[in-house]
């Protein structure tokens, strides 16, 4: 939590958009329970050294307790970010003999906030939290993509707009990708 203000004030002062996702493997219990808790030691592994290399002064990721993770961090494209750590997490199972025929996956609520919108860190913990929400909602329906919700916080006409990213609209929110 200490990170997150000096993060955030350094990316607003440079103009910066940034990003902040909450992360969570899908089913990871049922892994546990069928590949054993070495093959389920190695995704959480797996999930803190891939997101550690793809994120680096970027941002950070922090395991909020079992399967669960945060990341806060600028990117041009964050759902871009997040598929590339899926796929790295997945080549690493299917090339490991004890988790290879492991199905990993995960959902992530992001929320992007433009640099001129002043919010606290508890709305936007809020509305990640709403936005993992809807991604687990549509879990299942392409294994071979993680699912992911992204909303966007805004400054128009001096009033922040809040609203999904896949239409650009006011609406309620939608995933973007699935």
């Known amino acids: 939590k200490s990170e997150f203000p000096k993060r955030v004030g350094k990316w607003r002062e440079r103009g910066q958009a940034f990003h902040f996702a909450f992360m969570d493997l899908d089913d990871f219990k049922p892994l546990n329970d069928t590949y054993g808790h070495d093959c389920g030691d190695k995704v959480l592994q797996w999930t803190a050294g891939v ?3 793809l994120l680096q002064d970027k941002g950070c990721l922090v395991r909020m307790g079992g399967d669960e993770f945060s ?3 600028t990117a041009d494209d964050p759902e871009a970010l997040l598929e590339a750590g899926f796929r790295e997490i997945r080549s690493l199972a299917a090339g490991d003999m004890q988790c290879g025929s492991a199905q990993i996956g995960f959902s992530a609520g992001i929320v992007s906030v433009d ?5 606290d860190q508890s709305e936007i913990y809020k509305r ?3 936005a ?3 991604a687990k909602a549509g879990k299942g329906t392409d294994a071979d993509r993680p699912n992911l919700v992204r909303y ?4 128009e006409n001096d009033q922040d707009v809040y609203d999904a ?3 650009g ?3 309620a929110p939608e995933p973007i990708a699935r």
């Open 115 to 119: 640099s001129d919108v002043d919010t």
């Open 169 to 171: 609209a006011l609406s």
């Open 152 to 155: 966007r916080w805004c400054a």
């Open 71 to 73: 990341l806060l961090f």
């Open 165 to 167: 990213v896949s239409d």
């Open 51 to 53: 997101f550690g290399s």
């Open 132 to 134: 993992l929400y809807e």
């Open 128 to 130: 990640a939290d709403e």
